[in-house]
């Protein structure tokens, strides 16, 4: 099994930045994808990116040249810049990583922007 903790969400105006950190441990062997979903009130889980050993990262519309996703493959990390934040960013961000064919999934973490 693989555990994951993110870290980072809270409040933020409009405009404003947050860091969102995701942190694996466990039996960790080769994970071949991390990333991060989204969830708003009343809407479905949708991804908004994701990153590969040794890939280009892939975002999605939304958030492309606003978010940023790196990861530290030694230390099994993952990290969601987020730069100018809009209201519609709002929702709960859930990590992912994949490894052996299972996705792991973090406990979530809640980004509200509001002014």
């Known amino acids: 099994q693989v555990q994951l903790v993110e870290s980072g969400g809270g409040l933020v105006q409009p405009g404003g930045s947050l860091r969102l950190s995701c942190a694996a441990s466990?039996?960790?062997?080769?994970?071949?994808?991390m990333g991060w979903y989204r969830q708003a009130p009343g809407k479905e889980r949708e991804p908004v990116a994701a990153?590969?050993?040794?890939?280009?990262?892939a975002y999605a519309n939304s958030v492309k040249d606003r978010f940023t996703i790196s990861r530290d493959n030694g230390k099994n990390t993952a990290t969601l810049q987020m730069n100018s934040l809009k209201p519609e960013d709002t929702a709960v961000y859930y990590c992912?990583?994949?490894?052996?064919?299972?996705?792991?999934w973090g406990q979530g973490t809640q980004v509200t922007v509001s002014s």
């Open positions: 992912f990583a994949d490894q052996d064919g299972s996705r792991y």
């Open positions: 466990g039996r960790i062997d080769r994970i071949n994808l």
């Open positions: 990153i590969a050993t040794r890939a280009t990262p």
